[in-house]
């Protein structure tokens, strides 16, 4: 029987935890599409050894989620495509039921299940309309992206789901979550904290904010928006660096420095296709 579903996963440095998520999906009824951002930890070496049937596409650069998930749904062959972040615990089962959600649905939509950061299911909604699901875990038709577009490629992390949600939702896709349905996120639970990767996470929160509501948003929220998130940014950061708060420091100092950087014209990307803020001594 052919395969209809492309589970695609982007890995960095996820070594610790990749086997824990594949072992549980392994199938012969789906394929699987690894992306890994140039990982320094062996996780590309990791797969292959124990994960052959696997397909492995190494990126030379860390080119972020939204660029990687669009090698992988380039090279996916299949009608259905399930996006999967390596901290997920799941089985094939669950995915197979949550396609099976998806066509007693109906189509056209986005569909994703509950994680641990949701409310539990109380038994009455099983299907709940959102403005924009989660890409730890998202499901859709390949002929969805065909219509709308891949991932929005000038950015490098954050909010490029919810961009495609919006993008999907404006060409008369649903967004719903499959509330009878759970997958256990582990939200990066297992790993430590670590302040220039900390620093840059936040750069691009900020950057990524603002990139989606200049591109969405009418101007005069634009703007309103763009005005409280600088002073409230300020203000926690100083805040924080009068208390001693290390990490708050660092969390408001790099969502205020991709604020900044976005209204005078920074890209996420450098001409070298590097993340912004890599370098940024902090």
């Known amino acids: 029987m052919e395969k209809q579903l492309t589970i695609i996963i982007i890995t960095y440095n996820s070594r610790d935890i990749i086997g824990n998520c594949l072992n549980g999906i392994i199938s012969e009824d789906f394929d699987i599409i690894i992306v890994d951002n140039a990982s320094s930890d062996g996780t590309a070496e990791y797969i292959l050894q124990a994960f052959p049937s696997v397909r492995l596409i190494s990126s030379a650069k860390n080119i972020g989620f939204g660029r ?8 996916a062959k299949t009608p259905y495509i399930l996006l999967l972040n390596p901290d997920v615990l799941t089985t094939s089962g669950a995915i197979s039921n949550l396609m099976e959600k998806y066509e007693q649905y109906g189509r056209p939509c986005i569909m994703a299940p509950r994680t641990r950061k949701d409310k539990p299911y109380d038994g009455k909604k099983t299907f709940e309309k959102h403005p924009w699901v989660s890409g ?3 499901l859709f038709e390949k002929s969805m992206i065909d ?11 954050f909010s490029e ?3 495609l949600c919006k993008r999907a939702e404006k060409a008369g896709y649903d967004i719903v979550m499959a509330n009878d349905i759970f997958m256990d996120h582990m939200v990066g639970g297992s790993s430590a904290f670590n302040p220039h990767i900390s620093y840059m996470k936040y750069w691009h929160m900020g950057w990524s904010r603002l990139y989606y509501d200049a591109k969405h948003e009418p101007k005069t929220t634009y703007f309103k928006k763009t005005a409280l998130s600088v002073v409230k940014y300020s203000a926690k950061l100083l805040l924080n660096l009068f208390s001693g708060n290390k990490n708050k420091y660092i969390k408001y100092k790099g969502l205020l420095a991709g604020t900044l950087s976005y209204l005078i014209g920074r890209k996420a ?3 070298q296709d590097v993340p912004s803020a890599l370098t940024t001594d902090n």
């Open 147 to 157: 219509k709308i577009g891949t991932f929005d490629e000038n950015i490098f992390l």
């Open 269 to 271: 990307f450098d001409a």
């Open 136 to 138: 730890a875990v998202m």
């Open 68 to 75: 990687g998930c669009n090698l992988g749904i380039a090279q």
């Open 161 to 163: 789901e919810v961009d």
